[in-house]
């Protein structure tokens, strides 16, 4: 993997707002990211382009519900870190979900009041902002 | 013997001198007729003295002759007189001896009269053949039987034996005489005679008589009535059988002691007692029949008391072991007697076996205890009245509540006693009337100037006789108060709940608020290289637009939206504080180092319109050394904390308090653990007290608070945590707000 490819990263939300305020935020911070609406066209685009580090993704979406993309992307790209958005107060992580590595730390919910501590965890697990910290 | 000799002895006085005189006289006879001779010569001289002479003469001889003549004749009247008189002695000895006899034997005689007529018995003859020949008259006088019926009759013709014993007596009697052998006090009852002889009774004694030949002429004897003797005697053994059979009848013991604890009398149920008979019983020692030392001295000891004082005892319960060892309760009256036939006082006994008694007495009292017990151990107050309303039974919390013990408060109106239950006496008359419960619920008492409320239910009581009702009194304020924290908890769920439901729908608009405006921030900021990248390629100054943004307050209104959705968001996220959690997040934290976090927590806090500063505020720490761990969710209680922590503050610094001071305080408690938080702010007055917990409850300025802090709170320790949170202040006074946890076995471990 290329240090350009590292970069990459994902954003799942049906929230168009969201999902665009984060993008714009990230990129601010020098972040490559990829939006979606859903979670097929995020594999399509992932199965094209091949290249991600970091995936944002929101729980209730238009397709599929936000764990079973996490496992359909963990089982294709195992290296796939994952930050979890969501606007539900009840989640709470599934147990293999947790085997894959993922804990609370990893949950973030909405609102954000501040994207600035989101930022820094996908700097840390894209591998680029040891240095920010 | 001399009395009747001496008239014998004056006779012969008198014939002496009789003899005497007549040999006198005729002596003096002769001389005078001499002398008359001589002087009659004399005178007559002259007519007769021739012959005068010889005339004178043979007078002198025949005076001569007949003086010799009667001499001789005095001399044979002297001697006849003797022998007279000697005869006569003689006769007189012989008459005044055989006198004498006569006089003994009619004295003997008159003597034997008067006792066989005088004594009580008879005299009886018999012949050779044993029939009856003689009775003295004493016989019918005394046994009314004519003599003509025994007369010539054997003995044994006289009574009827009708039974063997009987038969046998006669037919030993019979041969006793045959025997001719003497007898004494033979007894038999007659069956002839008239209906006043008939069935006497009669003792004989006899011995057999013989003539000088020595042949046996028969019997002689006496004989006596003994009727009235024997029925006295039958009398009084049936009497005494009567006593007897009456006193073993009676089933309690009956005894008579002696001062050495002999029994001198004892019924049957004593004798039983001490496992014998009463022949057995009597005369022993009650020392020796009895098993138990200890019970026969202590028995013997009151005889001898009762003895010596002379004066009766009651013993209401001493105990007796009885032979089978059977211990009974005995009660006991001990009488001092005399007993017949005895000179010393002995001591009359009668015990009562009251060990059933005793039982069923121990038994009633026993189950009063219990029934006491059972009422006593209920919570609620108990007031048993009777139909006026005066009571009768009260229970121990009724005690406690009117400050009366049951003795002190029986028989006084229950109104007097129970002020605050004086309103119920209507219930109590109808409850009675109608025969079933009334029911008050939540009657307002007033205790110590607090609201109580109290339950109140009158009970008839419908028992045979004892009629009245039971007065019950619960006190269930407190039931009341969780009640309205439950009506609380509801709201805040039914809260929780909604904004569950919704928070997702909220959150995401609010998520493009907060997001986009941050954004916008950043993106008009003029020293990110992005912007300024921007701005010179399309040419515009960004130092100038941000003068521009400042003097039009656009950054003033960004942070506005900005500001009001975080407020938004935090009401979310109180109100999803509401719902439910799971314990997933408990764990054992360490309860110093959280209220340390929280402290630093508060004081970096940062209020944006500087509400309050909280270096200002001096911190006392008392904590606890014993305690360590607290057994919680860590992010949750020191939301807790934090919230009480803020709001004390906010408290002192708006109210402007001079030395404003927060105590942390933790202390550890039988069952749970204390967390205190204590401000010496203005303090709270008793409405803000009771609605303190309540969401959306809030004194603080519109826009200030949500008014979810302390609900939120109280949610949180209350029904995640099981705890509970309670608040104690008083205007001026400050407010002292305690967290109680439960204490968890794994959380000390």
New interface residues.
Partial sequence: MTAATMDWVLIVDD?A??RE??K??LE?EGLQVAAFEAVTPALDWLQESGICRVCIMDM?LPDMDGNTAIRILHQRYPQMEFLIHT????Y?LPDDLRAMGLDDDCVY???????EPLATEVRVRAGLGEDRL | MSTPLRPSRLCRLRFYPQAWSAALLILLALTGGLALADSGGVHQESAVTPDFGMMVRYVFWALIAVTGVAVAALLWSWLLGRRVAQRTRQLQRELSERRQVELALRESETRFRDVTEAASDWIWEMDENLRFTYLSERFYALTGIPPQHVLGRARWELATADSPAEREKWRKHQELLEDHRPFRDFVYQTGIGDRRGAGRYLKVSGKPTYDEQGQFRGYRGTGTDITEQVKAETALQESELRLRQIIDLVPHMIFAKDRYGHFLLANQATAQAFGLTVAQLVHRSHRIVHGVDEEAERMMADDLEVIESGASKFIAEETFTDHAGRVQTMQTIKIPFIAPGLSETAVLGVSINITEQKRAKEEVARMRLYLKNIIDSMPSVLIGVDPWGYITVLNQPAEQVSGLSWEAAQGRFFGDVFPQLEGQFEQVRQAIRLGQPIKTPRMTLEVQSELHYADVMVYPLMADGASGAVIRMDDVTGRVRIESMMVQTEKMLSVGGLAAGMAHEINNPLGAILQGSQNIQRRIAYDMPQNRAVAAAIGIDLERLNRYLEQRGIRHFLEGIREAGVRAAKIVADMLSFSRRSESHFGPVDLEEMLETVLRLAASDYDLKKKYDFKRIQINRDYDPTLRLAYCDKTEIEQVILNLLKNAAQAMTDEGTPAPAITLRTRCEPDSLLIEVIDNGPGMDEKTLKRIFEPFFTTKDVGAGTGLGLSVSYFIVTEQHHGRLSVISKPGQGARFSIRLPLRREALS
Wanted: charged share 25%; proline share 5%; no cysteine.
């Fill in positions: 929230e707002m969201i305020n984060l714009a935020y601010d209730r606007g539900s107060s009840s709470s919910h909405k609102p954000l009041t501040d994207m």
